[in-house]
């Protein structure tokens, strides 16, 4: 079992930046793929970015160039590194581990807030 824990979520205005960022604990941190997914409100839950356990990073086309993904497997951390956020970015985001697809997570954190105003 993994347990997630996400941090840094809040309000910005439209082309300010937040981190994210997700505690992992409870199995061995590097032998994960990680990711962030997001659900904006009525909508289902998308991914935005992945880093695989050798850090290949993956993103999705809306946030590509804007959002950078990364991890510290000292510290059992991933990070979400945002810049030019809009308006449209605003929504829960997720972390979430996986054993083998990154696009299918075996484990998920609770979410934390990010809303962006215009």
């Known amino acids: 079992q993994v347990q997630l824990v996400e941090s840094g979520g809040g309000l910005v205005q439209a082309g300010g930046s937040l981190r994210l960022s997700c505690a992992a604990s409870?199995?061995?941190?590097?032998?994960?793929?990680m990711a962030w997914f997001r659900q904006a409100p009525g909508k289902e839950r998308v991914f935005v970015a992945g880093?695989?356990?050798?850090?290949?990073?993956y993103y999705a086309d809306s946030v590509k160039g804007r959002f950078t993904i990364s991890r510290d497997n000292a510290k059992n951390t991933v990070y979400l590194q945002m810049n030019s956020l809009k308006p449209e970015d605003t929504a829960v985001y997720y972390c979430?581990?996986?054993?083998?697809?990154?696009?299918?997570?075996?484990?998920w954190g609770q979410g934390t807030q990010v809303t962006v105003s215009s």
């Open positions: 880093i695989t356990r050798a850090e290949f990073t």
């Open positions: 979430a581990g996986a054993s083998r697809n990154m696009y299918s997570p075996d484990y």
């Open positions: 409870g199995r061995t941190f590097s032998n994960y793929h």
